[in-house]
């Protein structure tokens, strides 16, 4: 939930799943624990983290 409410501010999260073969600077889709999506972020991997550019979810 701390993480979703990160994302939806636009700041960056951690990786948790750094296994996917996610590209540096690929971009990847945020999602909240329901499924729905929060924001379209960019991977770096250099500090394994999702940085969102485009949020599309408000806090309720």
């Known amino acids: 939930a701390d993480e979703a409410r990160r994302a ?3 700041m960056a999260v951690r990786a948790e799943d750094a ?6 600077d690929g971009h990847v ?3 909240d ?3 729905a999506l929060l924001a379209v972020g960019v991977y770096d991997a ?3 983290t999702l940085q969102p550019r485009v949020m599309l979810a408000v806090e309720k």
């Open 8 to 10: 939806r501010h636009g």
């Open 29 to 31: 889709l945020l999602l």
């Open 19 to 24: 296994s996917q073969a996610w590209e540096n």
């Open 33 to 35: 624990e329901r499924g």
């Open 46 to 48: 250099a500090r394994a």
